[in-house]
């Protein structure tokens, strides 16, 4: 598999602008076909979902094509795959409907690792019904987060399990396969935040085990769209509030009203393009994904060693992403000078690498950092050496080296 990251950087129109981009962990930058996708869904006729007019045509198309598209993507069949707002919405709406059956004395584990969104919701569904909340800490040395650390806080009233694939905030990436393993020993579910892994790497939720799974598309090239993944029988057992008329069949019974027919649109195509990006036509849309993730993690890889090599020789730089498994995401403080103030000198000179916590709170209060955070680099697939140069050139003035 190759990987052309000329042809790859040609098709992003906001590459024009000559900003280098490192804020992929909060949202990519969208390629042509996305966009034109987008907009080709919005020239047509359109309507709500049918089998009769035109309009009624593309719109049911569209939201069958799109589920098929997330559904290769991780792994799940077509029919467990809902669509929302966000995450944050899916996840929130997920709390609210598995917390009815729980009671006082039940437990809910989450962990300082995650995304707020992935703490806050659960937290909050936990004290309406009772339920106490534990949680599992990570080691802030290293940045890992452990299967035994959650089995420590694993018990006979444990009820679900929420944790992230990969921290938004460090890039770590726990082992969600073996903590799945644990947790469903425990008889308890899993729910997995992968927002930020599944822009780096394939997903399987049969092989992590995940009961429940959501992502954004927004940030893997995508527009701003929630996905909801389960297994289409799981979500046959789950009753979410929903009006009368509406449908009850899985998965239209999560999504409330009509469909953002047009942001369907660009989440399929934003997985085609994907698929594309180690330049294979061959086999399925699932295969090549396949092989366009092992050509992507090669690139990045490749590019965050260079940033680290970078790093390492510029003083009084703190690295605070030290997992040995973790995305190409950096959080970096400076000992004498402020994360915000690099944020502010790296923009004026077309380079976007924003400062702050980006809402993992936990996470960031557990490494010492306090609300702040540090300044976060993250790489996306349209990422090149000279961007990385420009990087550390910047770096490098801000702290006079």
């Known amino acids: 598999m190759s990987y052309d990251i000329a042809s790859i950087r040609a098709r992003f129109p906001a590459l024009d602008s000559g900003v280098a981009f490192f804020d992929g962990p909060g949202g990519t930058q969208t390629p042509r076909p996305v966009i034109d996708a987008v907009a080709a869904a919005m020239c047509a006729p359109l309507s709500n979902r049918g089998r009769l007019t035109a309009g009624e045509v593309n719109a049911d198309r569209i939201v069958t094509g799109a589920r098929a598209a997330l559904g290769d993507l991780l792994?799940?069949?077509?029919?467990g795959?809902?669509?929302?707002?966000?995450?944050?919405?899916?996840?929130?709406?997920?709390?609210?409907?598995?917390?009815?059956?729980?009671?006082?004395?039940?437990?809910?584990?989450?962990?300082?690792?995650?995304?707020?969104?992935?703490?806050?919701?659960?937290?909050?569904?936990?004290?309406?019904?009772?339920?106490?909340?534990?949680h599992a800490d990570?080691?802030?040395?290293?940045?890992?987060?452990?299967?035994?650390?959650?089995?420590?806080?694993?018990?006979?009233?444990?009820?679900?399990?929420?944790?992230?694939?990969?921290?938004?905030?460090?890039?770590?990436?726990?082992?969600?396969?073996?903590?799945?393993?644990?947790?469903?020993?425990?008889?308890a579910l899993l729910h997995v935040d992968g927002v930020h892994h599944t822009a780096h790497a394939p997903v399987d939720l049969a092989t992590l085990g995940a009961d429940t799974y959501v992502c954004s598309t927004y940030k893997l090239l995508g527009p701003h769209l929630g996905v909801l993944a389960a297994d289409p029988a799981f979500l046959e057992g789950l009753r979410p509030d929903k009006l009368l008329p509406s449908s009850d069949a899985v998965p239209e019974r999560f999504e409330l009203g009509t469909l953002p027919y047009e942001l369907l649109a660009g989440a399929e195509a934003a997985v085609d393009f994907l698929a594309g990006l180690a330049g294979s036509t061959?086999?399925?849309?699932?295969?090549?994904?396949?092989?366009?993730?092992?050509?992507?993690?090669?690139?990045?890889?490749?590019?965050?060693?260079?940033?680290?090599?970078?790093?390492?020789?510029?003083?009084?730089?703190?690295?605070?992403?030290?997992?040995?498994?973790?995305?190409?995401?950096?959080?970096?403080?400076?000992?004498?000078?402020?994360?915000?103030?690099?944020?502010?000198?790296l923009a004026e000179r077309d380079v976007a690498a924003p400062a702050s916590s980006f809402y993992a709170l936990e996470a960031s209060r557990r490494l010492g950092l306090g609300?702040?955070?540090?300044?976060?680099?993250?790489?996306?697939?349209?990422?090149?050496?000279?961007?990385?140069?420009?990087?550390l050139a910047g770096l490098a003035s801000y702290i006079g080296a």
């Open 371 to 391: 609300d702040t955070g540090g300044l976060r680099v993250g790489i996306a697939p349209y990422n090149d050496a000279q961007d990385v140069d420009r990087l």
């Open 75 to 79: 792994g799940v069949a077509p029919g």
């Open 282 to 345: 061959e086999g399925t849309r699932r295969q090549r994904l396949a092989g366009a993730f092992d050509a992507l993690e090669g690139h990045e890889n490749a590019l965050r060693a260079r940033i680290e090599s970078g790093l390492a020789e510029l003083p009084g730089l703190t690295v605070h992403s030290r997992a040995k498994d973790r995305t190409p995401t950096l959080l970096v403080t400076f000992a004498s000078r402020d994360a915000a103030g690099a944020y502010r000198f």
């Open 138 to 187: 990570f080691d802030p040395e290293t940045g890992e987060l452990t299967v035994a650390d959650i089995e420590a806080v694993l018990g006979d009233r444990t009820r679900l399990v929420a944790v992230t694939a990969a921290s938004n905030l460090i890039g770590t990436r726990p082992p969600v396969t073996a903590i799945a393993e644990a947790v469903h020993a425990a008889g």
């Open 81 to 134: 795959v809902a669509f929302g707002r966000s995450a944050t919405q899916l996840t929130y709406d997920l709390a609210r409907t598995l917390s009815r059956g729980w009671a006082p004395g039940d437990e809910v584990v989450v962990t300082r690792l995650d995304h707020d969104a992935n703490i806050r919701p659960w937290v909050q569904a936990a004290a309406r019904v009772g339920a106490t909340v534990r």
